[in-house]
């Protein structure tokens, strides 16, 4: 393993097992356009650029169960116990279809509390996803699509703030660049 490629966290294949304990799912949604138009993305993954402001620019929603304050900003604080699991997903406020943004490392903010594990990416193939029918709009088509989501454990009670590193990537697939910002969880 290279010195670069031990900095990033592997991607594993998602295999349930039947016993999965229960799921906090989180949607980040970023405005890209307004990013891009305010802040230049670093061209180097390793030192992404900060979004200070990013409560303008990234929107973060759980169910409201597992809210431990307001939602909707970049600061969600999530109420967990021990042992749930907590998956991110991201998209743009296009739904990915003129920018795309993809997760790509997590780091805890100052020192890891060891209250979540080490998130992880994991690949799920074969999703069948509804697409509406153009002949008949009651009866979607299904398509088979690839996800991916990062997912961790809560291990302990406390607070842990940690950041999320990302690229922009436009429809072409061209990397445009990359950010980063700090949000955190409460495990209860």
């Known amino acids: 393993m290279t ?3 031990a900095e990033y966290p592997e991607v594993a294949l998602y295999q349930p097992t039947g016993t999965d304990l229960p799921n906090i799912n989180v949607l980040i949604s970023i405005d890209v356009e307004t990013l891009l138009d305010d802040h230049r993305p670093s061209q180097k993954s390793d030192d992404p650029t900060w979004i200070g402001d ?3 620019y990234i929107s973060m929603h759980t169910r409201q169960g597992n809210v431990g304050g307001d939602q909707g900003g970049s600061e969600l604080t999530v109420d ?3 042992s749930d699991h ?5 998209t743009t406020y ?3 279809h003129d920018y795309s943004v993809l997760l790509y490392q997590y ?7 060891g209250v979540i594990s080490q998130p992880k990416c ?3 193939q074969g999703l069948q996803i509804p697409l509406p029918s153009m002949n008949d709009p009651l009866h979607p088509t299904m398509q088979t ?3 991916y989501f990062w997912e961790a454990t809560a291990l302990k009670k406390g607070e842990q703030t940690y950041r999320f590193y990302f690229m922009v990537v436009d429809r072409t697939g061209k990397q445009l660049g990359y950010y980063k910002w700090d949000p955190h969880i409460v495990v209860q």
């Open 145 to 147: 699509v690839n996800d």
């Open 86 to 90: 907590i998956r991110w997903r991201e």
């Open 80 to 82: 967990m116990s021990l």
């Open 3 to 5: 010195a670069v490629a």
């Open 94 to 96: 296009s739904c990915n």
């Open 122 to 124: 994991y690949v799920v």
């Open 107 to 113: 780091a805890p903010y100052d020192q890891d509390q």
């Open 54 to 56: 990013s409560d303008k």
